[in-house]
């Protein structure tokens, strides 16, 4: 059974940046794409970035292209996903996603607000 670890939230100013971390164990890691997602209160849980085995491909939501980015590091078993230029409408809890081996993390709280 696989699990994802999602650490890094917090309370951050507007234009202030973040490090998510999602630490994988219990699968071949390095085998698979990766996924961030998020849910804001009263909100469908939202696609925000993609990132292909070896990271041959990355994608991102229009709404954080150009701020987010995200990452991974095959040997540490870890996605990252770097937020900067934040904006009191990234609030949302962030949730780590395997697409293929439906694993999901149990989310980690990230609040924009001054």
């Known amino acids: 059974q696989g699990q994802l670890v999602e650490s890094g939230g917090g309370l951050v100013q507007p234009g202030g940046s973040l490090r998510l971390s999602c630490a994988a164990s219990?699968?071949?890691?390095?085998?698979?794409?990766m996924r961030w997602y998020r849910q804001a209160p009263g909100s469908e849980r939202e696609l925000v970035a993609s990132?292909?085995?070896?990271?041959?491909?990355?994608n991102y939501a229009d709404s954080v292209k150009g701020r987010f980015t995200i990452s991974r590091d095959n040997a540490k078993n870890t996605v990252y996903l770097q937020m900067n230029s934040l904006k009191v409408e990234d609030t949302a809890v962030y949730y780590c996603n395997c697409p293929t081996r439906g694993h999901w993390g149990q989310g980690t709280q990230v609040t924009v607000s001054s």
């Open positions: 990132i292909g085995v070896g990271a041959s491909y990355t």
């Open positions: 219990g699968f071949a890691f390095s085998m698979y794409d």
